[in-house]
């Protein structure tokens, strides 16, 4: 189902340096985002960003990149249609273009992936795939929601859902080595069943739906925790272990999201609005990204991304200002909360260069090793 774990999907009918424009306008859509939501937590620049800030994060960057790779392992022309288009939704964002043409060609790029997941779906009948196949459907029912003018609390869930679904479903996969029984095999069934029930009842009774869409994102974080072969993998060396450090930490976080979600709702904004959404979007999401960045740039661009000991720096400060952040947010301290979100950036920041750095790195020793005596 994704291009780094079933390379004889790789796609060669879109060559990777015809792909790269498209992943770098993702992460133009990232950068344009943190600025955004660094303007609405009070500093002094950005401002014509701040409206864009959830989209830009959710559907420009993280859709362009999933549908990306989705593209990739789909191996069809047609499906490099999604990234394009999300990638292309975002630019619109940036130029404060008017509505509705951001969010109908965000809709057409979350269609467009939906429809490649359930091609893949319909090739391997698979539990794993059927959960990318919701997680799209969420992604495209968010998108669809922004469209119809639904303000952007009442679309969070339906993008927590799409990273939450598509994150499960790669961890299920890439879990066959050490699946699980067929006993937790049933209890995640009914979890995510739980969590949809959860997002659907959240567009009548609100709060109550969301409030039982916290309640199954926690107990599905906690099974994660025990099932996912990380806790096993954890325990060896390099870029493996990295690997399980931040798929583990990213659980501990949506726990906790999910936790301050069942006990507070997720409300229209505010504290524990701002609280639980980044605790998973920020604390969940991110470091699945830190964690498969040297992953997922393999299988997509073709270069090398060599793990270095480096990598836990980003990821350290990714926790630790989010902890702030959490912690500023709990205590009702706004100044504290726009200081965390600043350490935010700069986290991803980190990462961004940290990850450039690895590239050019792999670069290096490739070409040296072709130009070294036989």
Not at 176 to 198: I, M, N, Q
């Amino acid at each position: 189902a994704s291009a780094r774990t079933r390379p004889e999907a790789r796609s060669v009918a879109v060559a990777p340096r015809w792909r790269f424009p498209i992943l770098l306008l993702g992460f133009v859509s990232l950068f344009a985002g943190v600025v955004g939501g660094l303007a609405r937590l009070g500093w002094p620049w950005g401002a014509a960003l701040a409206a864009m800030h959830g989209p830009l994060m959710s559907s420009a960057f993280f859709g362009t990149v999933i549908s990306l790779d989705r593209a990739v392992a789909l191996g069809s022309r047609w499906a490099y249609a999604a990234p394009i288009a999300t990638a292309a939704g975002g630019l619109a964002a940036m130029a404060s273009i008017a509505s509705p043409m951001p969010e109908a060609i965000s809709v057409l790029g979350s269609t467009m992936m939906l429809a490649a997941s359930i091609v893949v779906w319909l090739r391997q009948r698979e539990l794993f795939i059927l959960m990318l196949v919701l997680g799209a459907a969420a992604w495209a029912v968010g998108n669809a929601l922004w469209l119809a003018g639904v303000p952007f609390y009442a679309i969070a869930p339906w993008w927590m859902a799409f990273f939450l679904l598509t994150i499960a479903g790669e961890r299920l996969e890439l879990s066959r080595l050490l699946p699980p029984s067929a006993v937790a095999r049933r209890v995640f069934c009914a979890l995510v069943t739980a969590l949809l029930a959860g997002l659907m009842a959240s567009l009548v009774i609100p709060q109550a739906g969301m409030r039982a869409f916290g309640a199954a994102s926690t107990v599905i974080a906690l099974w994660l925790l025990r099932q996912d072969v990380a806790r096993r993998t954890v325990k060896t060396q390099g870029l493996t272990r990295f690997i399980a450090v931040c798929l583990l930490s990213g659980y501990v976080w949506l726990a906790i999201g999910g936790a301050v979600m069942l006990i507070a709702g997720l409300g229209s904004g505010g504290t524990t609005y701002d609280a639980a959404l980044h605790a998973i979007m920020l604390g969940f999401v991110f470091s699945m990204v830190f964690g498969h960045a040297p992953i997922i740039l393999p299988a997509v661009l073709r270069v090398a991304v060599p793990y270095h000991p480096y990598f836990y720096a980003p990821l350290f400060l990714l926790h630790a200002s989010l902890a702030l952040r959490f912690a500023a947010d709990m205590a009702q301290q706004p100044q504290w909360r726009a200081w965390g979100g600043a350490a935010n950036g700069l986290a991803l920041l980190a990462f961004l260069l940290g990850t450039l750095g690895a590239v050019v790195r792999g670069s290096a020793a490739r070409s040296a090793s072709k130009e070294a005596p036989k």
